[in-house]
């Protein structure tokens, strides 16, 4: 017996022995890594298989799911020595273990210093350098980060996570290098900025930018030679690179290098056009050409006498075309031009017939001219001239104007009085010509440039002015309502507008008056037509409105009071014709013939409404242009400026002008865009919103107008949360692998919504690229406090949602995108629609009425919005939101009341949108009485509790009278209202659902 208790003793003991020993937790398996990016450090050969080794495996299969708590008590099991002993030393991959376990608990100073204890022994040690580098950037040390990472590359290139690691930590350095550099250069700090430059080329040599960007600083700062170094450079990088090919040509015309320049400047605009680019190429040629001219050509103009010489280089170099047109002959023998400085344009004159030779055989290019001598010059040009219509030149022949010191018998009498009758010559203001007087250098030259303008009457000026004279009869068209002929008119006007151009260029007959007539009847035509058909009082279906014509009236009064005061306070400057302003121009013609076309056929349309605003838009661009141009014009050295008060006041006018405009755009509104996007699981539409993010917004419409969201699937979802598409990837099933990476990279960035509420619909963009957004967005179907502040958001969920709710809830894979295609079948832009009713005054909605479609069958219902206005336009919103439909008749009571409209009876829940529309009213009892035919609103015992059942009464309800708030009566149907009246009920509540099918607006 005493055996057999210590047999049972001791088996208790050794139960209670084995239950004290710890039980060996299983570690978990990993699906998906929780820490993706640690590298798992590497068990050395010999040590496979041993206790550290199984210790290490357990230790990282426990933080990599996420357990740092089990993967903190492996390292500390591991970490225990023999009992009563001291701890036991880690091995390298334990301590590493133990370092990413420090990092992923968020202690990454703790897990720094273990990453450097393993490299001081072993500094090649991959794992440790990835952790280190991790660490370092988490510690916003970024550089030693880089250095680290760049150490682990070295010793494994296969970490191709780590590699485009280095890449973005490289970019984001290069990219903070860049700011600093910006940021001290607009401060002023040259030699910081320099340095700065210089430390990103070093970084990335490649960047054209960054050189073009290093030589503007040095341009700035008179280093001429290194600037148009780094400019050749950032060319040679890339050939595209118009802006650095523009610099170089004004570089190399400052330093004289004219070919080098000329080379330059055309480089700069094979690369595009560019309008103050070319403006400054033909001012750079024409400079060329005068630097080329001889001085003695230069000095012309302040000579106080011209030379027969002077005058024919004058007409060779400022008359070439018409001189070109003339018939040559030979001129025979010239005897003293040899060696002249003008000879070759006294041989051009001479060769035309225009000047010739004396008896003597000789020119004498140093005689002076006199006044007689001009004129015989100027009259032979005139009578030969190809440039003007032979019926202006027999005018000007047989003009026979009279002189007191001319007499007609004088032998110049013939060609002085043609050369005046043409306006190439003037008389004194007592009416004298003065034949004999010696001609000024000056004055020759304003008399060649007179010769130059008689051009006036080319074929192509005919049409310009009959332009012009179109203008008053087509307002007196319009005015006395012949519309048709308005429109005739305006058309045939528009066509010489195409024909005039063409016409010159066909014939070569450019002229300076035709380049100023052309734009002058064209903004004439443009101001003229849209002040008219904005005049109140017309009785036009499309009347421009007041705001655009003021601010297109602004801007060219500001365009043309600018250039004058400019020309007359600063010096001679030339204002080409801008691009811009041509499309706008051509924009305000187009937008009148539109208005025009749909004020003859009698309606309005929203057509005229599209060219309305697009002619705001490019006025707005044109006068944004015409600024900046002007700006540069302005700055332009001159050798004759003088104070500019008369331009500060100019521009201060311009502007009170330009601010008007624009608080009368403010007042104006713009109805808002829709997309509506059709989705094979339903339908929903987003309201842009470009006030936070107008560029995404535009791309976002773009793209939905050039149907580029057709064909793309939802990819991404996450249910109840969000979805996201737009990847023009999707349209292709065969590529899902790539979903999520198509349609990046064409949008720059823009501001960032503070709060992601429910239905705000976002730009998709690459994490730490802000100008990465494009055609990928994404819906959050509730609010994402972790997505505040980090996305650009450019619409909202205008109606839909449970359409959107039904897509989140397609199946995913584990990578979150879906298994099951959710495609979008087409998007189609719209204005959103007008809020109907709300501005209505009781007169507009006493001509509404509502028709019931009842299971019983129709009843029309009139307002009484006299009594109750805000309760009749409430019941009307209602209706158009379709709240009614799908409801029944849940309460009978005989001889008293039919009532509908409660929410419980409807089969369908509301959509979110109708929900939006449900509210409490404010009673508006009143004195009608509640007899037969009535409508009344419902409520409980709170007067403010009405807000979607009513009742109609089917008897004297007089306890009701100035209680319940009376909004209607029935005027067709009262049998309808009789058969639900008189139908199967227990008490109240009808046998059968009595359906109130559909509830619709009409006008009476």
Avoid at 869 to 879: A, I
């Amino acid at each position: 017996m005493r055996g057999l208790r210590f047999l049972v003793l001791l088996a208790v003991l050794s139960g209670v022995a084995g239950s004290c020993a710890p039980a060996l937790v299983p570690p978990p398996v990993v699906a998906t890594p929780r820490f993706p990016e640690f590298v798992k450090p590497a068990v050395a050969v010999g040590l496979t298989g041993s206790p550290s080794a199984l210790r290490h495996e357990r230790v990282w299969a426990f933080l990599q799911s996420g357990d740092l708590s089990g993967a903190d008590r492996e390292i500390a099991e591991a970490l225990k020595g023999p009992k009563g002993a001291a701890s036991a030393p880690p091995s390298t991959v334990l301590e590493i273990d133990a370092a990413y376990l420090s990092l992923a608990k968020k202690d990454p100073q703790a897990a720094l210093t273990r990453f450097n204890r393993v490299l001081s022994q072993q500094p090649t040690d991959v794992s440790a350098l990835v952790g280190r580098g991790l660490t370092l950037e988490a510690l916003n040390r970024r550089d030693d980060a880089l250095e680290a990472f760049r150490a682990a590359l070295a010793r494994d290139p296969a970490l191709s996570d780590i590699a485009r690691r280095v890449e973005v930590l490289r970019f984001r350095g290069l990219e903070r290098t860049v700011a600093d550099a910006r940021q001290a250069a607009q401060a002023g700090r040259t030699d910081r900025a320099l340095a700065a430059y210089r430390s990103a080329i070093e970084q990335s040599p490649d960047s054209a930018f960054l050189y073009r960007e290093l030589a503007e600083i040095e341009r700035q700062g008179g280093q001429t030679d290194a600037a148009l170094g780094h400019y050749r450079q950032a060319v040679a990088i890339d050939p595209s690179d118009a802006v650095s090919s523009a610099r170089i040509a004004e570089l190399l015309e400052a330093s004289g290098d004219f070919e080098g320049a000329l080379r330059a400047y055309d480089t700069a605009l094979a690369l595009g056009p560019d309008e103050q680019l070319e403006a400054r190429r033909t001012a750079f040629v024409a400079k060329m050409e005068m630097a080329r001219l001889p001085a003695e050509y230069r000095a012309i103009d302040g000579s106080p006498q011209a030379t027969r010489g002077d005058l024919a280089a004058l007409i060779g170099v400022r008359l070439t075309t018409s001189l070109q047109r003339l018939d040559r002959r030979d001129p025979g023998i010239i005897t003293d031009i040899r060696s002249h400085w003008a000879e070759r344009w006294i041989l051009d004159v001479a060769q035309a017939g225009v000047m010739e030779a004396f008896a003597n055989h000789a020119f004498e290019p140093g005689g002076v001219v006199r006044r007689a001598d001009l004129a015989e010059v100027a009259s032979r040009l005139l009578g030969r001239t190809a440039d003007v219509p032979r019926s202006v030149v027999t005018g000007w022949q047989n003009a026979r104007l009279t002189f007191p010191d001319v007499p007609t018998g004088h032998t110049a009498y013939a060609a002085v009085s043609m050369a005046v009758a043409a306006g190439v010559l003037t008389r004194s203001s007592e009416g004298r010509f003065e034949p004999s007087r010696i001609v000024s250098g000056g004055e020759a030259a304003a008399a060649v440039d007179r010769q130059a303008m008689t051009a006036a009457f080319t074929p192509a000026n005919q049409m310009t002015f009959l332009r012009m004279l179109l203008i008053p009869a087509f307002v007196i068209l319009v005015v006395y309502h012949y519309l048709g002929w308005a429109l005739l008119v305006f058309a045939v006007a528009g066509l010489t507008d195409a024909l005039d151009g063409l016409l010159a260029r066909r014939s070569g007959q450019n002229s300076s008056l035709g380049a100023w007539l052309d734009p002058m009847a064209d903004k004439l035509l443009a101001v003229t037509t849209f002040v008219v058909l904005t005049l109140p009082g017309l009785g036009l279906a499309n009347r421009l409105p007041v705001w655009l014509t003021v601010l297109i009236i602004s801007r060219d009064v500001a365009i043309v009071a600018t250039v004058a005061i400019v020309n007359l306070a600063i010096g001679r400057r030339t204002f080409l014709p801008s691009i811009y302003g041509k499309i706008a121009t051509a924009t305000y013609i187009l937008t009148a013939v539109v208005a025009m076309l749909f004020n003859y056929l009698g309606f309005h349309s929203v057509i005229v409404d599209v060219f309305i605003y697009g002619s705001l838009v490019i006025t707005l661009v044109s006068s944004f242009h015409y600024i900046l141009y002007a700006a540069r014009i302005i700055d332009a050295p001159s050798q004759n400026a003088v104070p500019r008060k008369e331009l500060i006041a100019v521009l201060l006018t311009s502007a009170a002008l330009f601010g008007l405009s624009l608080r009368l755009i403010a007042q104006a509104p713009v109805p808002a865009r829709q997309a509506v996007v059709e989705t094979s699981a339903g339908t929903f539409i987003i309201e842009l919103t470009p006030g936070s993010a107008p560029n995404q917004a535009a791309y976002f419409a773009k793209t939905a107008q050039e149907g580029g969201y057709d064909g793309t699937s939802f990819h991404r979802l996450v249910k109840y949360g969000m979805v996201q598409g737009g990847d023009p990837l999707s349209k292709d099933p065969s590529k899902r692998a790539q979903y999520g990476t198509g349609g990046l990279n064409a949008v720059k960035a823009e501001a960032r919504a503070p709060k992601m509420t429910r239905g705000s619909v976002a730009a998709v963009m690459a994490p730490g690229r802000p100008d990465s957004a494009g055609t990928q967005f994404f819906i959050v179907l509730a609010d994402q406090p972790a997505l505040d502040g980090q996305y650009t958001v450019f619409g909202r969920v205008w109606d839909g949602m449970e359409a959107l709710q039904k897509i989140s809830e397609t199946a995913v894979d584990a990578t979150g995108l879906a298994t099951e295609r959710v495609e979008i079948r087409r998007v189609t832009m719209r204005d959103a629609p007008a809020e109907l009713f709300v501005g209505d005054p009781p007169e507009k909605l006493a001509t509404y009425r509502a028709v019931l479609d009842t299971s019983a069958g129709p009843i029309t219902i009139e307002f009484l919005p006299e009594k109750a206005p805000e309760t009749t336009r409430q019941f009307l919103r209602l209706v158009d939101a379709g709240v009614y439909n799908g409801m029944a008749f849940h309460r009978v009571a005989p001889g008293f009341v039919i009532q509908t409209g409660a929410l419980s009876s409807r089969q369908v829940p509301l959509s979110e949108r109708q929900q939006k529309l449900v509210h409490d009213l404010a009673p508006e009892f009143n004195e009608t009485k509640h007899v037969k035919g009535v409508v009344s609103m419902a409520r409980g015992q709170e007067p403010t509790s009405a807000s979607t059942s009513f009742f109609i009464c089917t008897g004297t309800a007089s306890a009701l009278d100035g209680v319940y708030t009376a909004f209607g009566r029935v005027v067709d149907g009262m049998a309808a209202v009789e058969a639900i009246e008189s139908a199967p009920r227990t008490g109240e509540t009808p046998n059968a659902r009595i359906e109130l099918r559909t509830v619709r607006v009409v006008t009476r």
